[in-house]
């Protein structure tokens, strides 16, 4: 089956920086790559995705890129805020169905 | 148009009893996914149900089963427990195939 590598685990930023969180993942069929969003103690979020047939999309500060030759999709978050501070999880998926491969998620902390 | 509502919110439950979860999805949504989330190992897929058919099953003992009914709302068991299976369980309304999944609040399991 399909397996999302996650990296990094944890990551701190300075308000206004730039964050990057990297996944990678091995079944060649997954064509659709969703990121989402975790506060504490609530549901997760869509914020981006991505299907295979693009290269790279962005959404005000959020853009993902997919390499699909290397099998890594990335998150690319500009100008952080303290409200961006979250858990963040990448996830692929393939046509047969909604079952969701996760990364095992990005803690993400924006200093003031 | 209301979200994806999971009851109960909580539970606490003994080891070797069983438990019902209950997830009504966005109306219109007739895919319905169940995971389960613990801080060591994220967000891993149980089981995807669709017109009332299992479509997709991920690689959890037979102890954690599920249905469907005409409705779409959704219902999960889990029997005989065990204390590992404490953890957060989310189930996800989608549209359509291999796109965004919406999440419920969740319902806390503990086992004691």
């Known amino acids: 089956g399909e397996n999302v590598e996650q990296h990094p685990s944890t990551l701190s930023v300075q308000e206004g920086d730039s964050a990057v969180i990297k996944c990678t993942y091995s079944?060649?069929?997954?064509?659709?790559f969703p990121w989402y969003k975790q506060e504490l103690g609530k549901r997760p979020q869509l914020i981006i995705d991505i299907r295979s047939n693009v290269g790279e999309k962005k959404d005000q500060r959020i853009a993902v890129t997919l390499n699909k030759t290397a099998k890594h999709f990335s998150l690319h978050i500009t100008e952080t805020q303290p409200e961006d501070s979250a858990v963040y999880f990448c996830?692929?998926?393939?046509?047969?169905?909604?079952?969701?491969?996760f990364g095992t998620g990005t803690s993400l902390t924006v200093i003031p | 148009k209301a979200g994806v509502t999971q009851t109960p919110r909580y539970l606490i439950k003994t080891r070797g009893q069983q438990v019902t979860l209950s997830c009504s999805p966005i109306s219109g949504h007739r895919s319905v996914s169940w995971y389960q989330q613990t801080p060591g190992q994220g967000l891993q897929f149980l089981f995807e149900?669709?017109?009332?058919?299992?479509?997709n099953k991920g690689n959890f003992p037979g102890r954690f089963s599920g249905r469907q009914f005409s409705n779409s709302r959704s219902e999960m068991n889990v029997s005989t427990l065990e204390l590992g299976d404490s953890a957060l369980y989310l189930c996800?309304?989608?549209?359509?195939?291999?796109?965004?999944?919406?999440f419920g609040q969740g319902t806390r399991l503990t086992v004691v």
């Open positions: 079944d060649s069929a997954s064509n659709y």
């Open positions: 996830a692929a998926s393939k046509n047969t169905g909604n079952q969701f491969y």
């Open positions: 149900y669709f017109s009332e058919t299992q479509r």
């Open positions: 996800a309304s989608s549209s359509t195939l291999n796109t965004e999944a919406f």
